[in-house]
């Protein structure tokens, strides 16, 4: 069986600190996803969120003691999910993470909320398109200032997902 490198938090502090805080209402989810996903892959730790890390089980018969080297095992990926929901928690919106609290491991956590904020970013991301296309340069207005203006606004909406 393959050893699993402990979850550390100190080493994971630097992985945290480009992850912003998930907005409430979504706004921000397509930057808070790819970041997040980014820095658990960066740390080995993805496998938790997408399910390729699964907890480790006796490979012989079922009704037979676990030797201390599985037990070791699945303590190890306990406590290395716990930590990863800590991680998850720690960026959600206190709603969130109060609706995802009884979710008993990482993965069933991250799928939530995808779920929930997957659709709440499609209307965010409908109103900022429209908010886009009514701008208006003022008549008599700065012309530079309004295109300076629209391109950093062009920028804030988040990529078509394909």
């Given at each position: 069986?393959?050893?699993?490198?402990?979850?550390?938090?100190?080493?994971?502090?630097?992985?945290?600190?480009?992850?912003?805080?998930?907005?409430?209402?979504?706004?921000?989810?397509?930057?808070?996803?790819?970041?997040?996903?980014?820095?658990?892959?960066?740390?080995g730790r993805w496998?938790?969120?997408d399910g390729t890390?699964?907890?480790?089980?006796?490979?012989?018969?079922?009704?037979?003691?676990?030797?201390?080297?599985?037990?070791?095992?699945?303590?190890?990926?306990?406590?290395?999910?716990?930590?990863a929901r800590y991680?998850?928690?720690?960026?959600?919106?206190?709603?969130?993470?109060?609706?995802?609290?009884?979710?008993?491991?990482?993965?069933?956590?991250?799928?939530?909320?995808?779920?929930?904020?997957?659709?709440?970013?499609?209307?965010?991301?409908?109103?900022?398109?429209?908010?886009?296309?009514?701008?208006?340069?003022?008549?008599?207005?700065?012309?530079?200032?309004?295109?300076?203006?629209?391109?950093?606004?062009?920028?804030?909406?988040?990529?078509?997902?394909?």
């Amino acid at each position: 069986m393959a050893t699993l490198a402990p979850f550390t938090l100190p080493g994971m502090n630097s992985f945290m600190a480009g992850i912003p805080h998930l907005e409430e209402d979504g706004s921000n989810w397509a930057i808070f996803s790819m970041r997040f996903r980014e820095a658990m892959q960066a740390a080995g730790r993805w496998g938790h969120y997408d399910g390729t890390t699964p907890r480790p089980s006796p490979a012989t018969v079922k009704t037979r003691k676990a030797t201390a080297e599985e037990d070791r095992l699945t303590n190890a990926m306990d406590r290395d999910d716990t930590v990863a929901r800590y991680l998850l928690s720690s960026r959600l919106p206190d709603t969130t993470a109060l609706e995802v609290c009884d979710l008993g491991t990482a993965e069933e956590r991250w799928t939530h909320v995808v779920k929930e904020y997957r659709a709440t970013s499609v209307y965010a991301r409908h109103d900022l398109e429209t908010a886009f296309l009514e701008m208006r340069c003022p008549r008599g207005g700065d012309f530079r200032s309004f295109l300076t203006d629209l391109r950093f606004k062009r920028q804030e909406l988040p990529p078509v997902s394909r």
